[in-house]
């Protein structure tokens, strides 16, 4: 279960000229790499979930992305694209001495762990995909769905905000306030660390990579689509999902339907984040994966 824990080693690593701030755990031959969502949260919610692994015998590293947390925070809006994170992240482990990791990415992390993955095959081991999908206008299409649940007249009302611009105002808001906690974490009080990562939101990224918010998808990101390549990836894959997550389960399916080698579960009474919403079913699943592709 997860747990905050110091970690052993805080790590300083130039990319592109810039600073970005790593974190590990354990001392484990096998690590488990892990990214996290966003784009723009620091990674202390994705860290602290994951790093109570070291109690399995696995090193954990985390890192705060460029723009994020403890990382150098830039504003140059041409940084921020999938390809820059992916080099980054090679970056990282290149420069951590990580070898071939199982490499974990929730939400955003996911399609940025599905990137690395195509571009750097030979640098993982396994694949585990959280709470994300791996084609954004099937998203687009599975929001849509969720936002209807709220009647047609709320669903109105943030359309004609959607076009007007307006997408800060109190009653699109209130919308997505509901939404978040219908689909996003559904625990009445949200556990701290994903409270320090929220609070220290870099909406730069996320603007310009994903849109306003949660539910709707206007950035640089909103037309990715990996499913032709997800082929090529042979690693063994685990995805995850909650049941009422906002990457939904019909997402993960379309993932599985198109690897080669995947298996898929499905948590129940979780959204968006079942390693704090469902802890029970989700580190079970983890780490019954891991030991199952475990080298050593």
Known sequence: MWREIAPDDRVEIEVDGFRVVAYSFGRGDETVFCLNGGPGLACDYLREAHSCLVDHGYR??????????????????????????????????????????????????????????LTHPQNIRTLILEDTVADMPHLALELERLRSALGPETVAMMQKHEAQGTTDHPEYMAAITLLNYRHVC?????????????????????????????????????????????????????????????????CAMRMKG???????????????????????????????????HRIN
């Open 186 to 250: 559904r625990l009445p009080e949200w556990p701290a660390p994903v409270r320090r990562s929220l609070s220290d939101w870099n909406m730069g990224p996320y603007t310009t990579m994903q849109g306003p918010n949660e539910f709707l998808y206007t950035g640089n990101l909103k037309d990715w689509n990996r499913i032709p390549d997800l082929p090529k990836i042979d690693v063994p894959v685990l995805i995850t999902v909650g049941e009422h997550d906002e990457l939904t389960p019909a």
């Open 60 to 117: 954990v590293v985390a890192f705060d992305q460029l723009g994020t947390g403890a990382s150098d925070r830039p504003t140059d809006p041409a940084l921020w694209t999938i390809g820059r994170y992916v080099e980054e992240t090679e970056t990282v482990r290149r420069v951590m001495g990580l070898g071939a990791v199982h490499l974990l990415g929730h939400s955003w992390g996911g399609w940025l762990a599905i990137d690395y993955a």
């Open 258 to 292: 198109a690897l080669r080698n995947a298996e898929i579960h499905v948590l129940r009474n979780a959204s968006h984040m079942p390693f704090y919403e469902n802890p029970a079913d989700y580190y079970p699943a983890l780490t019954g994966f891991l030991a199952r």
